[in-house]
């Protein structure tokens, strides 16, 4: 996957690049190609193409569930709520596991 960079005139990378090249060249050093070649390409990795889908996928989800907040709240109230300690604690090394 290719995708390409454009550097605006508002981007403060492009006026560092612009302003290091200027330097560059103006104490004797050797002369610098323009810094904002217009066909430069940047290539991601299958990983992070990955990742930014997830990014996106994620970013689009509620970060609360109000349902289901709502429904934990009403069983602690109604005194239904029950925590299954055997349950979490499978849930957590699964969780832990997944990282190895």
């Known amino acids: 996957m290719t995708n390409e960079i454009k550097l605006g005139l508002g981007n403060p990378m492009l006026s560092a690049m612009k302003s290091s090249a200027k330097s560059a060249t103006s104490n004797g050093s050797a002369e610098r190609t323009n810094a904002t070649d217009q066909n430069d390409r940047v290539s991601m990795t299958e990983d992070a193409s990955r990742l930014k889908r997830i990014e996106e996928q994620l970013s689009a989800m509620p970060d609360i569930d109000h349902d289901k907040v709502a429904e934990i709240k009403k069983a602690i109230a109604d005194g ?21």
């Open 80 to 100: 239904t709520f029950s925590l299954d300690p055997k349950a979490i604690a499978d849930k957590l090394i699964g969780f832990e596991s997944s990282f190895k």
